[in-house]
Protein backbone atom coordinates (compact mmCIF):
# COMPACT_ATOMS: atom_id res chain seq x y z
CA UNK A 1 0.00 0.00 0.00
CA UNK A 2 1.15 3.38 -0.59
CA UNK A 3 1.17 5.60 2.04
CA UNK A 4 2.39 9.24 2.98
CA UNK A 5 3.19 10.19 6.78
CA UNK A 6 4.33 13.36 8.61
CA UNK A 7 7.39 12.35 10.41
CA UNK A 8 8.41 14.79 12.62
CA UNK A 9 7.43 17.60 10.56
CA UNK A 10 8.24 16.22 7.08
CA UNK A 11 6.45 14.18 4.51
CA UNK A 12 7.17 11.07 3.90
CA UNK A 13 5.70 8.77 1.33
CA UNK A 14 6.77 4.87 1.04
CA UNK A 15 4.90 1.86 -0.21
CA UNK A 16 5.00 -0.85 2.21
CA UNK A 17 2.97 -3.98 3.43
CA UNK A 18 -0.24 -3.94 5.30
CA UNK A 19 1.40 -6.25 7.73
CA UNK A 20 4.75 -3.81 8.85
CA UNK A 21 4.27 -2.22 12.24
CA UNK A 22 5.03 1.32 12.09
CA UNK A 23 7.67 1.11 14.58
CA UNK A 24 9.53 -1.37 11.87
CA UNK A 25 8.59 1.23 9.19
CA UNK A 26 10.18 3.96 10.68
CA UNK A 27 13.42 2.03 11.33
CA UNK A 28 13.83 0.29 8.31
CA UNK A 29 11.95 2.57 5.23
CA UNK A 30 12.78 5.72 6.60
CA UNK A 31 16.34 4.54 8.15
CA UNK A 32 15.09 6.62 11.59
CA UNK A 33 16.36 3.84 14.39
CA UNK A 34 15.94 5.72 17.23
CA UNK A 35 12.71 3.87 17.79
CA UNK A 36 13.84 0.67 19.53
CA UNK A 37 12.35 -2.51 19.47
CA UNK A 38 11.88 -4.54 22.39
CA UNK A 39 9.04 -6.94 23.08
CA UNK A 40 7.58 -6.44 19.57
CA UNK A 41 4.31 -7.24 21.58
CA UNK A 42 3.41 -4.19 23.72
CA UNK A 43 4.53 -4.83 26.99
CA UNK A 44 8.36 -2.44 27.23
CA UNK A 45 7.47 0.46 25.98
CA UNK A 46 10.76 0.87 24.21
CA UNK A 47 8.74 1.71 20.93
CA UNK A 48 6.89 4.80 22.19
CA UNK A 49 6.32 7.40 19.83
CA UNK A 50 4.13 10.19 19.58
CA UNK A 51 0.98 9.79 16.88
CA UNK A 52 -1.55 13.08 16.62
CA UNK A 53 -0.27 13.97 20.00
CA UNK A 54 -0.91 10.57 21.71
CA UNK A 55 2.37 8.25 23.03
CA UNK A 56 1.20 5.19 21.85
CA UNK A 57 3.37 1.92 20.88
CA UNK A 58 4.82 1.87 17.30
CA UNK A 59 4.75 -2.17 17.83
CA UNK A 60 0.98 -2.47 17.99
CA UNK A 61 0.09 0.06 15.09
CA UNK A 62 0.51 -0.73 11.78
CA UNK A 63 2.29 1.67 9.23
CA UNK A 64 -0.64 1.58 7.12
CA UNK A 65 -3.07 2.59 9.93
CA UNK A 66 -0.53 5.95 10.30
CA UNK A 67 -1.19 7.75 6.62
CA UNK A 68 -2.08 10.75 7.09
CA UNK A 69 -1.09 11.37 10.83
CA UNK A 70 1.75 13.15 12.18
CA UNK A 71 4.41 11.19 14.14
CA UNK A 72 7.15 11.99 16.25
CA UNK A 73 9.48 10.02 17.59
CA UNK A 74 12.30 10.21 19.08
CA UNK A 75 15.01 12.28 16.40
CA UNK A 76 11.92 14.67 16.15
CA UNK A 77 13.13 15.98 19.80
CA UNK A 78 16.45 17.12 19.05
CA UNK A 79 16.20 18.16 14.96
CA UNK A 80 19.05 20.35 15.12
CA UNK A 81 20.99 17.71 17.48
CA UNK A 82 20.90 19.72 20.19
CA UNK A 83 18.88 18.34 22.93
CA UNK A 84 15.48 19.05 23.73
CA UNK A 85 14.82 20.84 27.55
CA UNK A 86 13.54 17.12 28.67
CA UNK A 87 16.72 15.41 26.86
CA UNK A 88 18.54 17.52 28.80
CA UNK A 89 17.05 17.15 32.27
CA UNK A 90 17.00 13.67 31.97
CA UNK A 91 20.79 13.55 30.65
CA UNK A 92 21.39 16.15 33.72
CA UNK A 93 19.73 13.37 36.10
CA UNK A 94 21.68 10.29 34.70
CA UNK A 95 18.64 9.20 33.69
CA UNK A 96 20.01 6.13 31.30
CA UNK A 97 22.58 3.47 31.78
CA UNK A 98 22.47 1.20 28.52
CA UNK A 99 19.71 3.24 26.42
CA UNK A 100 17.91 0.65 25.17
CA UNK A 101 14.54 1.44 26.93
CA UNK A 102 15.66 5.52 26.52
CA UNK A 103 13.97 6.72 23.53
CA UNK A 104 10.60 5.13 24.86
CA UNK A 105 10.84 6.37 27.75
CA UNK A 106 11.93 10.08 26.62
CA UNK A 107 8.30 9.56 23.95
CA UNK A 108 6.70 8.55 26.96
CA UNK A 109 7.74 11.36 29.10
CA UNK A 110 7.00 14.18 26.48
CA UNK A 111 3.77 13.54 25.78
CA UNK A 112 2.34 13.19 29.17
CA UNK A 113 4.03 17.07 30.54
CA UNK A 114 2.93 18.34 27.06
CA UNK A 115 -0.72 17.09 28.13
CA UNK A 116 0.30 17.50 32.31
CA UNK A 117 3.00 20.32 32.97
CA UNK A 118 1.94 20.63 36.39
CA UNK A 119 2.40 17.09 36.87
CA UNK A 120 4.06 16.18 40.57
CA UNK A 121 5.90 12.69 40.82
CA UNK A 122 3.17 10.40 41.67
CA UNK A 123 1.61 11.22 38.35
CA UNK A 124 5.04 10.76 36.33
CA UNK A 125 5.18 7.63 37.81
CA UNK A 126 1.64 6.27 36.53
CA UNK A 127 2.48 7.77 33.03
CA UNK A 128 6.19 6.53 33.04
CA UNK A 129 4.25 2.63 34.38
CA UNK A 130 4.04 0.58 31.29
CA UNK A 131 7.77 1.59 29.86
CA UNK A 132 10.62 -1.15 31.14
CA UNK A 133 14.03 -0.39 32.38
CA UNK A 134 16.88 -3.33 33.22
CA UNK A 135 19.46 -0.97 33.98
CA UNK A 136 18.22 2.51 36.34
CA UNK A 137 16.02 0.77 39.36
CA UNK A 138 13.64 4.37 37.83
CA UNK A 139 14.36 6.68 40.29
CA UNK A 140 16.99 8.39 38.22
CA UNK A 141 14.40 8.55 35.39
CA UNK A 142 11.83 10.24 37.59
CA UNK A 143 14.10 12.36 39.03
CA UNK A 144 15.13 13.50 35.37
CA UNK A 145 11.28 14.24 34.74
CA UNK A 146 10.62 15.74 37.27
CA UNK A 147 13.49 18.25 36.79
CA UNK A 148 12.24 19.02 33.04
CA UNK A 149 9.23 19.52 34.92
CA UNK A 150 10.36 21.89 37.61
CA UNK A 151 13.06 24.22 34.86
CA UNK A 152 9.89 24.25 32.69
CA UNK A 153 7.29 26.02 35.40
CA UNK A 154 10.28 27.95 35.81
CA UNK A 155 10.85 29.37 31.97
CA UNK B 1 8.31 -15.24 21.13
CA UNK B 2 6.67 -12.48 18.99
CA UNK B 3 7.85 -12.85 15.29
CA UNK B 4 6.90 -10.29 12.86
CA UNK B 5 3.35 -10.09 11.76
CA UNK B 6 2.27 -12.86 8.65
CA UNK B 7 0.70 -11.84 5.63
CA UNK B 8 -2.28 -10.61 5.52
CA UNK B 9 -4.49 -9.41 3.60
CA UNK B 10 -6.24 -5.87 4.63
CA UNK B 11 -9.33 -3.41 3.89
CA UNK B 12 -10.39 -0.26 5.17
CA UNK B 13 -13.88 0.08 4.58
CA UNK B 14 -15.41 3.88 4.53
CA UNK B 15 -18.88 3.12 5.79
CA UNK B 16 -20.34 0.32 9.03
CA UNK B 17 -22.09 -1.13 5.65
CA UNK B 18 -19.09 -1.75 4.30
CA UNK B 19 -17.45 -3.31 6.79
CA UNK B 20 -20.52 -5.62 7.30
CA UNK B 21 -20.38 -6.84 3.63
CA UNK B 22 -16.40 -7.81 4.27
CA UNK B 23 -17.56 -9.74 7.02
CA UNK B 24 -20.31 -11.10 5.67
CA UNK B 25 -17.53 -12.38 2.56
CA UNK B 26 -15.11 -13.40 4.55
CA UNK B 27 -17.01 -14.90 7.98
CA UNK B 28 -14.53 -15.80 10.64
CA UNK B 29 -11.51 -15.35 7.89
CA UNK B 30 -11.43 -12.51 8.90
CA UNK B 31 -10.87 -10.10 12.62
CA UNK B 32 -11.96 -6.60 13.05
CA UNK B 33 -9.10 -4.59 13.97
CA UNK B 34 -10.25 -1.60 16.06
CA UNK B 35 -7.32 -0.51 18.70
CA UNK B 36 -5.16 -3.34 17.90
CA UNK B 37 -3.78 -3.35 21.67
CA UNK B 38 -4.93 -7.17 21.71
CA UNK B 39 -5.52 -8.19 18.17
CA UNK B 40 -1.75 -7.37 17.05
CA UNK B 41 0.24 -8.88 19.92
CA UNK B 42 -1.92 -12.60 19.60
CA UNK B 43 -0.80 -11.93 15.13
CA UNK B 44 2.52 -11.88 16.80
CA UNK B 45 2.70 -14.41 18.75
CA UNK B 46 0.73 -16.51 15.83
CA UNK B 47 -2.25 -17.25 18.59
CA UNK B 48 -4.29 -15.38 15.66
CA UNK B 49 -4.13 -15.94 11.97
CA UNK B 50 -7.07 -13.95 10.34
CA UNK B 51 -6.15 -14.02 6.28
CA UNK B 52 -8.11 -10.45 6.90
CA UNK B 53 -7.87 -7.32 8.58
CA UNK B 54 -11.19 -5.12 8.44
CA UNK B 55 -9.76 -1.57 9.79
CA UNK B 56 -12.63 0.43 11.41
CA UNK B 57 -10.22 3.12 12.75
CA UNK B 58 -11.75 5.28 10.40
CA UNK B 59 -15.05 4.91 11.06
CA UNK B 60 -16.16 8.26 12.89
CA UNK B 61 -19.86 6.91 12.73
CA UNK B 62 -18.67 4.23 15.49
CA UNK B 63 -16.86 6.64 17.70
CA UNK B 64 -18.72 8.82 20.59
CA UNK B 65 -20.55 8.99 23.53
CA UNK B 66 -23.94 9.94 23.60
CA UNK B 67 -26.82 9.65 26.35
CA UNK B 68 -30.89 9.66 25.20
CA UNK B 69 -33.66 7.72 27.52
CA UNK B 70 -31.54 7.03 30.92
CA UNK B 71 -29.11 5.10 28.90
CA UNK B 72 -24.94 5.95 28.02
CA UNK B 73 -24.28 4.89 24.26
CA UNK B 74 -20.64 4.53 23.33
CA UNK B 75 -19.82 3.54 19.78
CA UNK B 76 -17.54 0.64 19.75
CA UNK B 77 -14.69 1.98 18.15
CA UNK B 78 -14.50 4.73 21.05
CA UNK B 79 -10.61 5.12 22.05
CA UNK B 80 -10.54 4.07 25.61
CA UNK B 81 -8.35 7.97 26.57
CA UNK B 82 -11.98 9.43 25.20
CA UNK B 83 -14.04 7.73 27.43
CA UNK B 84 -11.48 8.24 30.43
CA UNK B 85 -11.54 11.96 29.71
CA UNK B 86 -15.76 12.17 28.94
CA UNK B 87 -17.69 14.05 31.24
CA UNK B 88 -20.70 12.12 30.85
CA UNK B 89 -19.27 8.80 31.54
CA UNK B 90 -17.79 9.94 34.61
CA UNK B 91 -20.94 11.87 35.19
CA UNK B 92 -23.24 8.98 34.61
CA UNK B 93 -21.57 5.54 34.32
CA UNK B 94 -19.17 5.83 37.22
CA UNK B 95 -18.08 2.37 37.53
CA UNK B 96 -16.54 2.54 33.96
CA UNK B 97 -14.96 5.75 35.06
CA UNK B 98 -13.67 3.80 38.01
CA UNK B 99 -12.59 1.11 35.66
CA UNK B 100 -11.04 3.04 32.70
CA UNK B 101 -7.84 4.66 34.23
CA UNK B 102 -6.86 0.93 35.23
CA UNK B 103 -6.69 -0.29 31.61
CA UNK B 104 -2.97 -0.89 30.43
CA UNK B 105 -1.02 2.21 30.74
CA UNK B 106 -1.49 5.79 28.72
CA UNK B 107 -0.26 4.40 25.81
CA UNK B 108 -2.06 1.58 25.41
CA UNK B 109 -5.34 3.34 26.43
CA UNK B 110 -4.59 6.20 23.02
CA UNK B 111 -5.30 3.34 21.02
CA UNK B 112 -7.51 1.04 22.78
CA UNK B 113 -11.26 0.75 22.28
CA UNK B 114 -14.58 0.23 24.27
CA UNK B 115 -15.55 -2.29 21.70
CA UNK B 116 -12.27 -3.58 20.89
CA UNK B 117 -11.66 -4.81 25.07
CA UNK B 118 -15.75 -6.39 24.86
CA UNK B 119 -15.09 -8.24 21.29
CA UNK B 120 -11.77 -9.74 23.02
CA UNK B 121 -13.33 -10.48 25.90
CA UNK B 122 -10.24 -11.33 28.17
CA UNK B 123 -11.68 -12.34 31.57
CA UNK B 124 -9.24 -10.68 33.31
CA UNK B 125 -9.94 -7.27 31.50
CA UNK B 126 -11.42 -4.96 33.34
CA UNK B 127 -14.44 -3.54 30.59
CA UNK B 128 -15.87 -7.32 30.53
CA UNK B 129 -16.57 -7.74 34.41
CA UNK B 130 -18.36 -3.86 34.36
CA UNK B 131 -20.22 -5.16 31.50
CA UNK B 132 -21.45 -7.86 33.08
CA UNK B 133 -22.07 -6.05 36.41
CA UNK B 134 -24.44 -2.99 35.06
CA UNK B 135 -25.99 -5.33 32.48
CA UNK B 136 -24.65 -3.51 29.69
CA UNK B 137 -26.12 -3.83 26.29
CA UNK B 138 -24.36 -5.09 23.09
CA UNK B 139 -25.27 -4.11 19.41
CA UNK B 140 -23.93 -5.89 16.97
CA UNK B 141 -24.43 -5.65 13.12
CA UNK B 142 -24.89 -8.12 10.40
CA UNK B 143 -26.77 -7.80 6.86
CA UNK B 144 -29.86 -9.11 8.85
CA UNK B 145 -29.79 -6.08 11.05
CA UNK B 146 -29.13 -5.17 14.18
CA UNK B 147 -29.00 -7.17 17.27
CA UNK B 148 -29.10 -6.08 21.15
CA UNK B 149 -27.13 -9.32 23.10
CA UNK B 150 -27.35 -8.82 26.79
CA UNK B 151 -23.69 -8.58 28.62
CA UNK B 152 -24.78 -11.52 30.70
CA UNK B 153 -25.34 -13.79 27.00
CA UNK B 154 -22.45 -11.87 25.62
CA UNK B 155 -19.47 -13.76 27.87
CA UNK B 156 -19.51 -17.20 26.58
CA UNK B 157 -15.53 -18.60 27.41
CA UNK B 158 -12.40 -17.80 27.52
CA UNK B 159 -11.54 -15.01 24.43
CA UNK B 160 -14.67 -16.01 23.75
CA UNK B 161 -18.48 -14.11 22.70
CA UNK B 162 -21.60 -14.64 21.27
CA UNK B 163 -20.81 -12.57 18.15
CA UNK B 164 -21.09 -14.57 15.32
CA UNK B 165 -18.96 -14.36 12.58
CA UNK B 166 -21.03 -11.84 9.83
CA UNK B 167 -21.41 -9.48 12.83
CA UNK B 168 -18.97 -6.50 13.62
CA UNK B 169 -19.88 -4.90 17.62
CA UNK B 170 -21.39 -1.48 16.98
CA UNK B 171 -22.00 0.10 20.17
CA UNK B 172 -21.96 -0.40 23.73
CA UNK B 173 -25.43 0.92 26.02
CA UNK B 174 -24.94 1.41 29.68
CA UNK B 175 -27.96 2.22 32.07
CA UNK B 176 -27.29 5.71 33.78
CA UNK B 177 -26.81 5.39 37.14
CA UNK B 178 -29.46 7.16 39.19
CA UNK B 179 -28.85 9.47 41.92
CA UNK B 180 -27.13 8.03 44.86
CA UNK B 181 -24.77 6.03 43.19
CA UNK B 182 -20.96 4.94 43.73
CA UNK B 183 -18.59 2.73 42.44
CA UNK B 184 -15.56 1.44 42.71
CA UNK B 185 -12.67 -0.68 40.48
CA UNK B 186 -10.52 -2.62 42.74
CA UNK B 187 -7.58 -4.62 41.74
CA UNK B 188 -4.88 -6.99 42.67
CA UNK B 189 -2.36 -6.75 40.29
CA UNK B 190 2.02 -7.92 40.43
CA UNK B 191 2.49 -4.92 38.66
CA UNK B 192 0.42 -1.68 38.06
CA UNK B 193 -1.08 -1.88 34.38
CA UNK B 194 -0.79 -5.69 33.99
CA UNK B 195 -4.07 -7.71 33.86
CA UNK B 196 -5.08 -8.31 37.28
CA UNK B 197 -5.05 -11.48 39.34
CA UNK B 198 -8.23 -10.19 40.74
CA UNK B 199 -10.51 -7.50 40.17
CA UNK B 200 -13.46 -6.17 41.15
CA UNK B 201 -16.33 -3.92 39.67
CA UNK B 202 -18.73 -2.74 42.68
CA UNK B 203 -21.74 -0.11 42.46
CA UNK B 204 -24.17 0.48 45.52
CA UNK B 205 -26.92 2.70 44.98
CA UNK B 206 -28.14 4.41 48.18
CA UNK B 207 -31.45 5.37 49.62
CA UNK B 208 -32.52 6.64 52.03
CA UNK B 209 -29.71 5.51 53.81
CA UNK B 210 -30.19 1.87 52.15
CA UNK B 211 -29.37 -0.12 49.71
CA UNK B 212 -31.57 -0.22 46.73
CA UNK B 213 -29.32 -1.49 44.18
CA UNK B 214 -26.16 -3.16 44.52
CA UNK B 215 -23.52 -5.28 41.71
CA UNK B 216 -20.75 -6.56 41.85
CA UNK B 217 -18.64 -8.90 39.14
CA UNK B 218 -14.96 -10.49 39.47
CA UNK B 219 -12.55 -10.12 36.95
CA UNK B 220 -9.87 -12.94 36.81
CA UNK B 221 -11.23 -15.85 38.40
CA UNK B 222 -12.44 -17.95 35.30
CA UNK B 223 -12.94 -17.55 31.44
CA UNK B 224 -15.67 -15.44 31.69
CA UNK B 225 -16.28 -12.74 33.70
CA UNK B 226 -18.26 -13.47 37.21
CA UNK B 227 -21.30 -12.15 38.83
CA UNK B 228 -21.90 -12.19 42.41
CA UNK B 229 -26.07 -12.30 42.56
CA UNK B 230 -26.28 -14.51 45.86
CA UNK B 231 -24.14 -11.19 47.20
CA UNK B 232 -25.84 -8.63 45.32
CA UNK B 233 -28.97 -10.38 46.62
CA UNK B 234 -28.11 -10.56 50.20
CA UNK B 235 -26.92 -5.95 50.53
CA UNK B 236 -30.59 -4.94 48.69
CA UNK B 237 -32.65 -3.58 51.54
CA UNK B 238 -30.04 -3.25 54.07
CA UNK B 239 -27.99 -0.37 55.48
CA UNK B 240 -24.31 -0.27 54.54
CA UNK B 241 -22.02 -1.89 57.32
CA UNK B 242 -18.65 -3.44 57.79
CA UNK B 243 -20.78 -6.77 58.57
CA UNK B 244 -23.34 -6.68 56.18
CA UNK B 245 -20.01 -6.57 53.71
CA UNK B 246 -18.35 -9.04 55.35
CA UNK B 247 -21.14 -11.65 54.78
CA UNK B 248 -21.34 -10.24 51.30
CA UNK B 249 -17.33 -10.99 50.70
CA UNK B 250 -18.22 -14.64 52.17
CA UNK B 251 -21.53 -14.68 49.84
CA UNK B 252 -19.49 -13.78 46.90
CA UNK B 253 -16.82 -16.21 47.00
CA UNK B 254 -18.53 -18.95 48.56
CA UNK B 255 -18.75 -21.11 45.58
CA UNK B 256 -15.95 -20.01 42.88
CA UNK B 257 -13.70 -21.94 41.97
CA UNK B 258 -10.53 -19.61 40.76
CA UNK B 259 -7.85 -21.02 38.41
CA UNK B 260 -4.55 -21.66 39.23
CA UNK B 261 -1.94 -20.11 37.41
CA UNK B 262 1.76 -18.63 37.89
CA UNK B 263 0.51 -15.69 39.00
CA UNK B 264 -1.64 -17.30 42.08
CA UNK B 265 -2.88 -20.43 43.76
CA UNK B 266 -7.20 -20.77 44.11
CA UNK B 267 -6.99 -20.85 47.75
CA UNK B 268 -5.02 -17.12 47.10
CA UNK B 269 -7.21 -15.99 44.63
CA UNK B 270 -10.01 -16.90 47.14
CA UNK B 271 -8.74 -14.50 49.85
CA UNK B 272 -7.83 -11.81 47.76
CA UNK B 273 -11.55 -12.09 46.05
CA UNK B 274 -13.15 -11.55 49.51
CA UNK B 275 -11.12 -8.71 50.39
CA UNK B 276 -11.65 -6.98 47.18
CA UNK B 277 -15.45 -7.29 47.98
CA UNK B 278 -14.86 -5.82 51.59
CA UNK B 279 -12.94 -2.88 50.17
CA UNK B 280 -14.69 -2.36 46.98
CA UNK B 281 -18.43 -2.03 48.38
CA UNK B 282 -16.84 0.09 51.56
CA UNK B 283 -15.24 2.59 48.47
CA UNK B 284 -18.88 2.08 46.67
CA UNK B 285 -20.53 3.02 49.99
CA UNK B 286 -18.24 6.14 50.79
CA UNK B 287 -18.30 7.18 46.98
CA UNK B 288 -22.41 6.82 47.15
CA UNK B 289 -23.28 8.77 49.95
CA UNK B 290 -20.66 11.72 48.78
CA UNK B 291 -23.46 11.56 45.71
CA UNK B 292 -26.39 11.34 48.15
CA UNK B 293 -25.11 14.22 49.71
CA UNK B 294 -24.14 15.98 46.55
CA UNK B 295 -27.50 15.46 45.01
CA UNK B 296 -29.68 16.51 47.85
CA UNK B 297 -27.88 19.76 48.33
CA UNK B 298 -28.65 20.46 44.43
CA UNK B 299 -25.00 21.09 43.89
CA UNK B 300 -24.27 18.66 40.30
CA UNK B 301 -20.96 19.18 39.11
CA UNK B 302 -17.77 17.86 39.48
CA UNK B 303 -17.98 14.56 37.99
CA UNK B 304 -14.42 13.60 39.14
CA UNK B 305 -16.25 12.56 42.53
CA UNK B 306 -18.65 10.41 40.84
CA UNK B 307 -15.88 7.26 41.45
CA UNK B 308 -13.23 5.85 43.21
CA UNK B 309 -10.62 3.73 41.64
CA UNK B 310 -7.85 2.20 43.18
CA UNK B 311 -5.32 -0.39 42.34
CA UNK B 312 -3.72 -1.98 45.75
CA UNK B 313 -1.56 -4.66 46.73
CA UNK B 314 -2.96 -7.72 49.00
Redesign the interface.
Known amino acids: ?DITVSVNGAARAASV?????LA?FLREDLDLTGTHVG????VC?AC?VI?DG????S????A??AAGSEVTTIEGLAPDGALGPLQQAMRDSHSFQCGFCTPGFVM?ASA?LRAHPDAGEQEIR??L??NICRCTGYQSIIDGVLLAARRSREG | M?????????EVPATVAEAVDLLAEHQDEASV?AG??SL??LM??RLARPAV?I?I?GLGEMSGVSVSDGRVSIGAMTRE?VAEESETVADAVPLLAAALPLI?????R??GTIGGSLAHADPAAELPAVALALDAELVVRSRAGDRVVPAAQWFEGYLATSRRPDEILVEVRFPAAGPGTGAAFQEVAR???DFAIVGLAASLTLADGAISDARLAFAGLGDVPVRAADAEALLVGEEPSAELFEEAARRATDGIDPPADLNGSPEYRKKVAATLVRRGLRAAADSARHNSARHNSARHNSARHNSAHAHERP
Open positions: MEARKTDCEHGGTVRAVRCLMLVQQFEASG | PVKLPHVEYLGQIPALLDNYGHEAISRRHG
